[in-house]
């Protein structure tokens, strides 16, 4: 059985390969007469494209989205949705090393386990290529939750983390990093041009936060918003751990400190603190939902690791081609669509059970 679907009511499927002729998305449960046009997609999938800066993949990929199915007179029919993206730029022969031996840390080993063979070329369906897909698809699913603004941004790469004092929502867009402490960003420059010229790559986190997502989201053990998020977020290649509000870090404090205390409001419930990253019982509270979200570093690089090849022997490998130094620092955009994607099928579930 394959697994390549998210969602139980508003649901994705993505296909294609890094290095096929295209790869795509078919939503499906999206809502009927929705305004929807490919210059809605569009700008989401230009913010993840590869070869933008010198700090990515030298990939050049335009990512064109095309619409083909589920749409008419430039309004949604409630029918599936189906994108496609074309791949233009592939270079399959960088990877013929790749196709004797495995490459430590990338999904070679496991792949060929489980299928008994594998698509070499950039991966595959393992390929971070793959999210390209998430994005457009995260894009529909914006359309969905109206008022709800999701926006992702790189907290940390290589273990140099912002300082939250420098915080700038507005420095997000102006890096090529998506951080919002200018001197991070520029920290970050050498740290990176670094670790490309020795050949390595880095890690990173990414932190998003949604705002104005009404409280009732979400349902209780099975189908918890937060179980939901972290589930989509831990489905993104090269992602290692999620963290929903504080985390790991709730571990360290007493239960007053944890506590989100509330008082009366004039205009409702006032919080006075989000530990709980705006999710109780697997349920929304109408606080910004924050999660956070660990990319390893980049599994292809040029420095030499100790491998084996297919037969089993002792091998060393370096993997040839245009890579990502740090594959995070495009994760930002992966991360939003999929935050999308949960919220707008939690939305539907809730209008579902509660009217």
Known sequence: MSFNTFGRVFRFTTWGESHGPALGAVVDGCPPGLALSEADIQPFLDKRRPGQSRF????????????????????????????????????????????????????????????????????????????????AAGAVARLAIPGVKIRAWVEAIGGDAIDPANFDAEEIDRNPFFCPDA???????????????????????????????????????????????????????????????????????????????????????????????????GISTGQPVLVRVAFKPTSSILTPVETITREGEAAEIRTKGRH??????????????????????????????CG
Request: contains cysteine; proline residues 4%.
């Open 56 to 135: 990515t993949t030298q990939r050049q990929e335009p990512d064109r989205v095309r619409i083909l199915s589920g749409v008419f007179e430039g309004r949604t029919t409630g029918t599936p949705i189906s994108l496609m993206i074309e791949n233009v730029d592939q270079r399959s022969k960088d990877y013929s090393e790749v196709a004797q031996a495995y490459r430590p840390g990338h999904a070679d080993y496991a792949y060929d386990q489980k299928y008994g063979f594998r698509d070499y070329r950039g991966g595959g369906r393992s390929s971070a290529r793959e999210t390209a897909a998430r994005v």
């Open 183 to 281: 001197a991070a960003a520029v920290r970050w420059e050498t740290l990176i041009d670094d670790a490309r010229k020795a050949g390595s790559s880095l890690g990173a986190v990414i932190a998003c936060e949604a705002t104005s997502v009404p409280p009732g989201w979400g349902a209780p053990l099975y189908a918890k918003l937060d179980s939901e998020l972290a589930a989509a977020c831990m489905s993104i290649n090269a992602v290692k751990g999620v963290e929903i509000g504080d985390g790991f870090a709730a571990a360290t404090l007493t239960g007053e400190q944890n506590a989100d205390a509330m008082r009366p409001g004039s205009d409702g419930i006032h919080f006075l603190a989000n530990h709980a990253g705006g999710i109780a019982g």
């Open 324 to 353: 990502d130094p740090c594959v995070g620092i495009r994760g930002a955009p992966v991360v939003e669509a999929m935050v999308a994607l949960v919220l707008a099928d939690q939305k539907l579930l809730h209008r579902a059970q």
